[in-house]
């Protein structure tokens, strides 16, 4: 059983590999943006997961925020082992380039 949650979660993190940011070349995941994915079981017969992704921002208004967060609504419901995702916009802690990856970091010119 937690074989297939760590299963679930490593095909969740390639799918959100595949969410950028229009304005920044580097995909959500390695920027650092997103804090957490929650797969839960949902009870059903066929074992789908109801899966909660906890994620912030680069900046509290970024214009870019309704899109980012259906991209990755879509993408991870797009896993045939996923029923539902709720995606949570959360601003603490803050993100700072520090919670990149250090792909992204040398991507932006931060090394």
Do not use: Q
């Amino acid at each position: 059983m937690a074989s297939d949650f760590m299963a679930l979660e490593e095909e969740i993190v390639r799918m959100l590999k595949t969410v950028y940011d229009p304005e920044i070349p580097v995909n959500v995941y390695d920027l650092g943006l997103i804090y957490g994915v929650e797969p839960a079981d949902t009870g059903a017969a066929d074992g789908r997961k109801n899966v909660t992704v906890t994620m912030t921002l680069t900046a509290p208004a970024c214009p870019m925020a309704d899109f980012l967060v259906e991209d990755v609504k879509m993408k991870v419901e797009s896993i045939p082992e996923v029923s539902n995702v709720d995606v949570n916009i959360v601003f603490e802690p803050a993100w700072h380039y520090g919670l990149m990856s250090e792909e992204a970091k040398l991507e932006l010119g931060f090394l």
